[in-house]
């Protein structure tokens, strides 16, 4: 690979991430490899590993900053200029404080046992540190544990997840019923769409057969008497095109309404389906 | 190297290494000064340092440098805060240690 397609692939990597923040960080890297100097463009890549990585960490260091402002369980405390800024349960402090004398929490010491849920401004993994085993410095996949505790059912409280069984107990009964409510009425709307077109290709079958026994009618009565043949005719002729119009709009509703109308509560579905999905990883 | 180097070791690192230029200093002469301390990979520091730009403890300027625009970053003033809070946590954390590696050996 060379410094063209390194960066280039990277770029792809980033597509998904603010133009402001891509742009950024490919000037970054861009910069680096001039200062680097051409001569030293394969080793640089070498050293820096794959883009892949690259754009892992910078995105990982992008989503450890928005978990501050959503304490959930698991998380972290903050060192700040001399403060320490509890965040979430899950870590208790008395942690912290026990494993040294004064209020300070080192997220290093902290991570101790808490695997997937150390995460936050340092957005890293802390499993690596608590284990005791030597390993080399790695930034870490990070961002794959972001996302487990991020959006992860099993990251939830334990009373959060009886809580939830309990409403879902009582409240069972009741949605129950009111679901079958609105099934039957949909199943009653549908027949009544349904018989409808039925009933409208009905008229229009029955008025075209009256047109047409009018007709033989009217003819057989042509020798009788003109006037009556004229008028049973006539009226045999009005039965027909009502017929005939029923028939095509009744045609119509079936073939071109009806796929429409199922088309659009699809859509409606369908949208209603991504806000939800949407609120849903914005809080889990 | 044998022990992890965490978050907050890492900024710290990178933050005392930037504090040695006080006219600020740029990504790749910052990530060789860092690799002489700690055997890092140079993927790692990228998000390091824009964390601590976003942090406010660092700030970046730009200078024209042979024809082409070159970003320098430089520790602010909450920068060297910081790095005073780190360089004192650091001391405590690495006597403590040192104390206790001592203590086994002693008859204190």
């Not at chain 1, 800024?85 to 929490?105: F, N, T």
Request: hydrophobic share 40%.
């Amino acid at each position: 690979m060379n410094k063209e397609g390194f960066m280039s692939s990277l770029e792809g990597l980033l597509a998904d991430i603010p133009t402001a923040e891509r742009e950024e960080a490919l000037q970054y890297y861009n910069d680096y490899f001039e200062d680097a100097g051409w001569e030293n463009e394969e080793s640089v890549i070498r050293s820096l590993g794959s883009p892949r990585k690259i754009a892992e960490n910078i995105k990982a260091e992008l989503k450890g900053e928005e978990l501050p402002e959503k304490a959930k369980a698991g998380d972290h405390a903050v060192v700040k200029y001399g403060q320490i800024v509890p965040v979430g349960e899950g870590i208790s402090e008395e942690k912290a404080l026990g494993a040294q004398d004064h209020k300070r929490e080192n997220l290093n010491a902290s991570g101790a046992g808490q695997n997937d849920s150390v995460v936050g401004e340092y957005g890293n993994a802390s499993e690596k540190y608590d284990s005791g085993a030597y390993r080399s410095v790695e930034y870490v996949d990070s961002a794959k544990k972001l996302e487990n505790s991020g959006q992860g059912w099993k990251n939830l409280p334990v009373w959060a997840i009886i809580l939830i069984i309990c409403l879902a107990v009582i409240v069972l009964p009741g949605a129950v019923g009111i679901l079958t409510g609105i099934v039957g009425a949909l199943a009653g709307i549908l027949a009544a769409w349904f018989g409808l077109i039925l009933c409208g290709g009905a008229v229009g079958v029955g008025l075209i057969a009256t047109a047409i026994a009018l007709s033989v009618i009217a003819f057989l009565c042509l020798v009788a008497s003109p006037a009556v043949f004229a008028l049973i005719f006539g009226v045999g002729l009005l039965c027909g095109s009502g017929g005939l119009i029923a028939m095509a709009l009744t045609g119509w509703l079936a073939g071109s309404a009806t796929p429409a109308i199922f088309k659009g509560v699809g859509r409606f579905l369908h949208f209603c389906a991504r806000k939800i999905r949407k609120l849903w990883r914005k809080y889990f | 190297m044998v022990f992890n180097t965490g978050a907050a070791l890492l900024d710290a690192i990178v933050l005392a290494v930037v504090s040695r230029e006080p006219e600020g200093t740029y990504g790749y002469k910052i990530t060789q000064e860092v690799r002489q301390v700690i055997d890092l990979s140079e993927s790692t520091l990228y998000p390091v340092l824009r964390r601590l730009q976003k942090d406010e403890c660092l700030e970046v300027y730009d200078m024209e440098c042979s024809g082409r625009n070159r970003r320098y970053y430089k520790v602010t003033s909450q920068g060297w805060a910081q790095l005073k809070l780190y360089e004192s946590e650091w001391r405590q954390y690495a006597d403590k240690i040192t104390s206790l590696f001592e203590g086994g050996s002693s008859t204190t």
